[in-house]
């Protein structure tokens, strides 16, 4: 069973750099799209952006100037890196596996709340 | 591509149907999947391929349509179905999601 989890800090201060690891389990990282999606307390689903195996990457084009995600294959660990956070990056971030034959994210973390405040 | 889903909030009765629609502002074929989302739970893929459902959905979810317009069916809702729905099409990048539709007991 493939699992997904998310770790990183809860809190963020505004204008630094937000920063989330996903740690894969139970399943290859090849293949696949690894995926970042944010939910706004209340708002809806945002997809950030997603990473192949391969390393090629596509980005939200609102978030794209901030935003790095990268793949560490030996520890099957994908990464999220948003720069210049404010207020309106609060959100639960989570993690997902999307592509193959199911072509949608079909796994995914439980989601960790990230607070931006001083 | 803009995902449209309509209607916002649907009042229900426990063992009645659902309709939820969904709208994509341009083709996306039939990469269309609806998630169901409820309060400190990650999403949960239903349906993919527009009317193919995702292991452990119940039958009671259907999907339909293709191109830009697309439906969510439930045929008789249960106590554990009350819960927001949203569309995503993975057609194109960047993925896009619906603003959801949530279903309430009425």
């Known amino acids: 069973q493939v699992q997904l989890q998310e770790s990183g800090p809860g809190l963020v201060k505004p204008s630094e750099t937000l920063s989330l690891t996903c740690t894969v389990s139970?399943?290859?990282?090849?293949?696949?799209?690894w995926t970042w999606i944010r939910q706004p307390p209340g708002k809806a689903l945002e997809w950030i952006g997603h990473i192949h195996y391969s390393g090629n990457t596509s980005y939200n084009p609102s978030l794209k100037s901030r935003v790095t995600i990268s793949i560490d294959r030996s520890k099957t660990q994908f990464s999220l890196r948003l720069n210049s956070v404010t207020a309106a990056d609060t959100a639960v971030y989570y993690c997902a596996r999307g592509g193959g034959k199911v072509g949608a994210e079909l796994y995914w973390g439980q989601g960790t709340l990230v607070t931006v405040s001083s | 591509i803009v995902m449209t889903q309509s209607p916002a909030t649907l009042s229900v009765s426990p063992g009645e149907g659902a309709t939820l629609s969904c709208r994509a502002s341009q083709s996306v074929s039939n990469n269309l999947a609806w998630f169901q989302g409820k309060p400190g739970q990650a999403p949960r893929l239903l349906i993919y391929g527009a009317s193919t459902r995702a292991t452990g959905t119940p039958a009671r979810f259907s999907g339909s349509g293709s191109g830009t317009e697309f439906t969510l069916t439930i045929s008789s809702l249960q106590s554990e179905d009350f819960a927001l729905y949203y569309c995503q099409q993975y057609n194109d990048w960047p993925r896009t999601f619906g603003q959801g539709t949530k279903v309430e007991i009425k």
């Open positions: 139970g399943g290859s990282i090849t293949t696949y799209y």
